[in-house]
T-cell receptor, first 109, second 116 residues
C-alpha cells in the first residue's frame, strides 16, 4: 500500500471550512484514497473515499489532484464535534487498511 | 452499514493471563480485521480474520500470542495470551464488504485492556 503523509495537527474556526491535505505520491492506479476519523475514545469512522474523481457525501468532499499524488478532505462547515484525528489511507478496494499517524484537527469556537 | 458488538468494552487483567475479545456483527461480512491501538498512537493492524481458516498475521504479530477464530461470517474472537503490561491497549474489530458494494469499513467501539 502507498504511504501517505499528513500534517500532524491543524486548527480551524467553527463554521469555517476545514481543508485537510494528504500526499500520496506513490499511489498506484488501483488504489483508492480513503478518509477516516477517530473521535476521542471511539472507533474510527468512515468518511469518504475516491479513486480519480472528486467525491461528495453528507459528511465531506474529497478533492483528488489530476495526477492523484495528493488529495484534500473538505469539511464545509466545521463544528466542535468535528474535532478528531483524521486519517488518509491509500489502499486497494476491499483490502486491509494500514493507518498512518493522521492529522489531529481541532475546531475552535 | 454493519453494526458491531464488541465485548468486553474494557477489562483489567493480571499479567500472565489471557483475555478473549468477541466481535459480533449483525450481518454477514466478507472482511474482518483486528487492530491494536496503543496509548497515544495510531491503529496497527494485527491480522485479517479468515472465515474457516487460519488468520493472516501482519509482521510482528504471531498466532501463539494473538490466536484468532472466525467460525462464520458474523463472528470472530481475538485472544491476547500470556499478557504483560505492554499489551495494555485498545483492541478494535473492523468489518466490511456487506452486500454487493464496498462502502468503507465499520469499526467496533473497541476493548480497552489494562494489564497489571
Amino acid at each position: 500500500d502507498a504511504k501517505t503523509t499528513q500534517p500532524t495537527s491543524m486548527d480551524c474556526a467553527e463554521g469555517r471550512a476545514a481543508n485537510l491535505p494528504c500526499n500520496h505520491s506513490t499511489i498506484s492506479g488501483n488504489e483508492y484514497v480513503y478518509w477516516y476519523r477517530q473521535i476521542h475514545s471511539q472507533g474510527p469512522q468512515y468518511i469518504i473515499h475516491g479513486l480519480k474523481n472528486n467525491e461528495t457525501n453528507e459528511m465531506a468532499s474529497l478533492i483528488i489532484t489530476e495526477d492523484r499524488k495528493s488529495s484534500t478532505l473538505i469539511l464545509p462547515h466545521a463544528t466542535l464535534r468535528d474535532t478528531a484525528v483524521y486519517y488518509c489511507i491509500a489502499a486497494q478496494g476491499a483490502q486491509k487498511l494500514v493507518f498512518g499517524q493522521g492529522t489531529r484537527l481541532t475546531i475552535n469556537p | 452499514s454493519a453494526v458491531i458488538s464488541q465485548k468486553p468494552s474494557r477489562d483489567i487483567c493480571q499479567r500472565g493471563t489471557s483475555l478473549t475479545i468477541q466481535c459480533q456483527v449483525d450481518s454477514q461480512v466478507t472482511m474482518m480485521f483486528w487492530y491494536r491501538q496503543q496509548p497515544g498512537q495510531s491503529l496497527t493492524l494485527i491480522a485479517t480474520a479468515n472465515q474457516g481458516s487460519e488468520a493472516t498475521y501482519e509482521s510482528g504479530f504471531v498466532i501463539d500470542k494473538f490466536p484468532i477464530s472466525r467460525p462464520n461470517l458474523t463472528f470472530s474472537t481475538l485472544t491476547v495470551s500470556n499478557m504483560s503490561p505492554e499489551d495494555s491497549s485498545i483492541y478494535l474489530c473492523s468489518v466490511g464488504g456487506t452486500g454487493g458494494s464496498f462502502y468503507g469499513y465499520t469499526f467496533g467501539s473497541g476493548t480497552r485492556l489494562t494489564v497489571v
